[in-house]
């Protein structure tokens, strides 16, 4: 077992000023009550002077959200200690978007992964540009980093307690990480689990997998057990979970001990906000017992990093500029934006089609092809489109006053990204939670419409984009959406959003506990 900790940090005073009260109590949360004890009484004190560990899935849709969430943590709470837990191979990368003369409280800690030995290619360090058939070994695959996140916990917390180093508060991890739990429980740590998908799609999303009820009964529609008044139809679901027909399914193997060690944790945070879930967050606390946190989306409300937002984009500048005046040079609202995400791809045959429709239409369209195999055949450099090969400042192209729509795969995160610019999405689900995310924007929300083909796709681009009343409906509710989540993440006056808010009574919750578990 081995780790590398990466040091050079200022060494922290650890003060505590504690009071004397029966439990933590949060207008809208459901906290678990403690014995009397002595607690913490806010953030500022006991838990703004700790060492918080934490630890993103090795996938760029989850490490995003807790790389956000590191520089929130760090910028509204300077006198924490953070310490990131990666793997070897993506250390250097980690190492750039957080140098230390801007994160002087951060440090990195890597600890060895080979993909190799799990029959996974060598470079495998995350899963982008990995095989769908692929994704599911490598999420088994990362049980092998347990002995070595355990022998460096159980360092930093004999470290804390010695005096040698700030006291640890807890460990935040991914949900796709759910063996750091009993972990944490064994070193009588605090854990929190940081859920990178909303609560209305990871109920759908658990429930699907763990019973595999589209299996066990020929119905149209399942009702969800956790979300009052919520049914799924067997459309909606992915064509993984429909060729599920055992619960010895490789991912249904891993989503029901996902969800089973993740009921073990403290708390659960989630990168969305209560303007959006609201009832759908009550409802996993309810069903779950643990008090839930909101506070998302967290690419807005962390501050903008220096080189780069994730690990695969390079901090590329060129394709920024390319990408800003191709824009600059289109009226305001009269560009699609076209993007799948880095691990999705449609059929070479649509993707065709779909970019010779809205050429067809004389409609400007940008598309995003992270990966090669990504780009629409038959579509060179400019024309009516505009085609990336590569990485494209997503954040920026969606706040671009020229850009009209999204055609999305549905990733939580590229959701969050347009609602929170008033972008509507015409939505084309292709795998995971992808589906239940869908149902939420169409559903619940009313920003998008939803479509599986390319004749469809562009039909939809034409209609949220045009004059007529179901286009006019979509883009005024995605601009009440937008200021919704505005609010969440602002402060002014010293009146802080909802979503800030809630991390910093997070926050008082950790040292409360911190206390409780010494």
């Known amino acids: 077992m081995e780790y590398t900790l990466m040091n050079g940090y200022a060494a ?93 409280s951060l440090r990195l800690a890597a600890i060895p992964f080979r993909p190799s030995d799990h029959g996974l290619p060598p470079d495998a360090d995350t899963t982008f540009a990995l095989p769908a058939h692929l994704v599911t070994p490598f999420n088994h695959a990362t049980y092998s980093l347990q002995p070595h996140f355990h022998r460096l916990l159980s360092d930093l917390s004999a470290a804390g307690a010695g005096g040698a180093d700030p006291p ?48 066990a009964s020929d119905a149209d529609e399942f009702a969800v057990p956790d979300l009052p ?31 089973d060690l993740c009921r073990g944790s403290g708390a659960a945070l989630w990168n969305t906000a209560d303007a959006l879930e609201k009832p759908f967050l009550d409802a996993w606390a309810s069903s779950s017992g643990l008090p839930v946190f909101a506070v998302g989306p967290l690419f807005a409300a962390a501050p903008k990093p220096p080189a780069g937002r994730g690990v695969k984009d390079g901090g590329a500048a060129d394709p920024a500029a390319g990408c800003r005046a191709w824009l600059d040079r289109h009226p305001r609202g009269s560009v699609a934006y076209v993007s799948f995400g880095s691990q999705n791809r449609l059929p070479a045959g649509e993707a065709a089609a779909l970019a010779a429709a809205l050429e067809g239409q004389g409609r400007p369209f940008l598309w995003a092809a992270p990966a090669a195999d990504q ?14 090969r590569g990485w494209v400042p997503q954040i920026e192209i969606l706040a671009h006053a020229a850009t009209g729509a999204f055609v999305s795969h549905c990733g939580w995160n590229s959701l969050l990204e347009s609602m929170r610019h008033g972008v509507p999405v015409i939505a084309w689900p292709l795998g995971g939670e992808q589906f239940c995310n869908a149902k939420l924007m169409k559903e619940e929300l009313g920003v998008c419409m939803e479509v599986g083909s390319a004749a469809e796709a562009a ?22 959406v937008a200021a ?35």
């Open 12 to 104: 922290l005073t650890h003060k505590t000023l504690i009071l004397s009260v029966m439990s933590v109590k949060f207008p809208g949360r459901r906290l678990r009550c403690f014995p009397p004890q002595l607690f913490v009484s806010r953030a500022s004190t006991m838990a703004a002077k700790g060492n918080i560990v934490l630890f993103p899935f090795l996938a760029q849709g989850h490490m995003n959200p807790c790389l956000d969430l590191a520089r929130l943590l760090a910028a509204r709470h300077p006198g924490l200690t953070l310490t990131l837990v990666t793997t070897t191979g993506n250390l250097p990368h980690l190492r750039r978007l957080f140098p230390h003369d801007l994160f002087p």
């Open 168 to 215: 640890l508060l807890c460990v935040i991890a991914d949900m796709f990480l759910p063996w750091t739990v009993p972990v944490a429980q064994s070193l009588g740590v605090f854990h929190a689990v940081l859920y990178t998908s909303g609560p209305f799609a990871m109920s759908i999303y658990n429930y699907i997998w763990s019973y595999l009820p589209h299996a």
């Open 229 to 259: 008044g919520v049914a799924v139809r067997r459309s909606q679901l992915s064509r993984n979970m429909l060729s599920a027909a055992s619960p010895d399914h490789s991912t249904a193997v891993f989503v029901r001990r996902q969800a």
């Open 375 to 388: 780009a629409p055949e038959g579509v060179v450099g400019e024309g009516v489109g505009l085609v990336v």
């Open 459 to 480: 039909a939809a681009v034409a209609e949220v984009m045009g004059e007529g009343e179901r286009g006019r409906e979509i883009r005024r509710r995605a601009r009440e």
């Open 484 to 518: 919704e989540l505005e609010a969440a993440v602002s402060e002014s006056g010293g009146v802080k959003g909802a979503s800030l808010r809630a991390l910093d009574e997070f926050l008082e919750v950790v040292g409360a506990q911190t206390l409780r578990l010494r």
